[in-house]
Nanobody, 126 residues
Framework: QVQLVESGGGLVQAGGALRLSCAAS????????MGWFRQAPGKEREFVAA????????YYADAVKGRFTISRDNAKNMVYLQMNSLKPEDTAVYCC???????????????????WGQGTQVTVSS
């Protein structure tokens, strides 16, 4: 059974940066794809970024492309989301999630993921 725990959220001014971390338990981590999603108040959960098991391929939502970077350390069972040039519209609860790797899968679809963390709040002030 996989457990995911996020950390690193907080309050930051617009233009600032934060680095989110997701610690994963379970032996399947290194063979799974990982994703980050976010949910703002009154809005649906939306895709932010995803990374394949080896870390060789990454995917980003258009809204964060060029500002956010997803990475992973399989030796530590960790996945990260470096967020730069933050905007007030990035304010949300950010969750990491895991899914089985399958070439050609659309990792932006939240239905693909079978385990989720509880999330960490990110607030960007203007």
């Amino acid at each position: 059974q996989v457990q995911l725990v996020e950390s690193g959220g907080g309050l930051v001014q617009a233009g600032g940066a934060l680095r989110l971390s997701c610690a994963a338990s379970g032996r399947t981590f290194s063979s799974n794809a990982m994703g980050w999603f976010r949910q703002a108040p009154g809005k649906e959960r939306e895709f932010v970024a995803a990374i394949t098991p080896s870390g060789g391929t990454t995917y980003y939502a258009d809204a964060v492309k060029g500002r956010f970077t997803i990475s992973r350390d399989n030796a530590k069972n960790m996945v990260y989301l470096q967020m730069n040039s933050l905007k007030p519209e990035d304010t949300a609860v950010y969750c990491c999630a895991t899914t089985y790797y399958d070439r050609g899968t659309n990792y932006a679809r939240k239905e693909r993921y079978y385990a989720w963390g509880q999330g960490t709040q990110v607030t960007v002030s203007s």
